[in-house]
């Protein structure tokens, strides 16, 4: 379920189980037109409309040796690497959202006259935007250390799920402000902080929801003295 672009790719990249044992995943190559692959029709969603998402359905889907990526059982690792790069990506969009929101929040505040004076004259007004700004330029500084600290070879799962847990919540929280900010405008499709809000909310889930980040960090952190 859930497969981003699914319809529009030539070819699938497959995790399978192939043994009894937690770990014992393997990945394949799919290619469209195999035998007993279809896909879906695209899914219906609240936000991030432009990417299409589709399921893919296997029955009795025969795929060859040759298709095999890496060796029997290896994919475990692989995928979670790959989750932790993405974690991070995604990360990176709900920054540009919040920023997206500031900005427009700063446009509109200049814009919008009421009581007699722009919105911009208002303490409650000015107070939001005080805050969007210290919560975005938090969560620039907390990815931007993250992508350092990676890019210099020093990988963390726990600080990966850490970033992925607060960027996207401290998103979610500035684009509903961002609508708060724009009154009843906020609510229309006619300014674009309520689509922020529904694209953003897809990164609280995606890659691992909120609730998935917290066990990693804590189990990471916790592991020897649960152990004992
Ligand atoms: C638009 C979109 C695009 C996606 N694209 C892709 C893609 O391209 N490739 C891909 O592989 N996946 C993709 N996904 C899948 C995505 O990673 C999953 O939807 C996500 O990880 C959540 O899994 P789930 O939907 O099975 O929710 P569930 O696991 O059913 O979770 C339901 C709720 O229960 C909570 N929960 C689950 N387990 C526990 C637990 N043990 N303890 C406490 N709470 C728990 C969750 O946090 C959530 O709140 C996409 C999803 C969406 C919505």
């Known amino acids: 379920m859930w497969i981003t672009n699914a319809q529009y790719a030539d070819v699938a990249y497959v995790y399978t189980r192939t043994g009894a044992g937690k770990k014992d995943l393997t990945t394949f190559i799919v290619e ?3 035998p007993g692959f279809t896909v879906s029709k695209e899914i219906h969603k609240m936000g991030m409309r432009s990417s299409p998402t589709g399921e893919l359905s296997f029955q009795k889907c025969k795929v060859p040796v040759a ?3 890496g060796n029997e059982g290896d994919s475990t690792i692989h995928m979670m690497k790959n989750l ?3 974690r991070i990506t995604i990360s990176g969009i709900s920054l540009g959202i919040a920023q997206a929101c500031l900005d427009q929040c700063i446009k509109y505040a200049g814009e919008r006259k009421q009581f007699g004076k722009n919105l911009a004259h208002y303490q409650l007004i000015q107070k939001m935007i005080a805050e969007m700004y210290s919560e975005t330029e938090a969560m620039r500084r907390m990815l931007f250390t993250v992508c350092y600290e990676y890019d210099h070879g020093n990988k963390s799962n726990s600080l990966a799920s850490a970033v992925k ?5 401290m998103a979610t ?4 402000d961002a609508i708060q900010l724009h009154g009843g405008y906020g609510y229309s499709r006619e300014f674009p902080v309520e689509r922020m809000m529904r694209d953003n909310k897809l990164n609280e889930i995606g890659a691992g929801t909120n609730e998935v980040m917290i066990m990693i960090i804590a189990k990471n952190l916790l592991r020897d003295a649960l152990r004992s």
């Open 165 to 169: 847990l607060q960027l996207p919540k």
């Open 84 to 86: 932790e790069i993405e």
């Open 32 to 34: 469209k037109g195999t």
């Open 67 to 69: 298709n095999r990526v």
């Open 173 to 176: 929280k500035i684009a509903l």
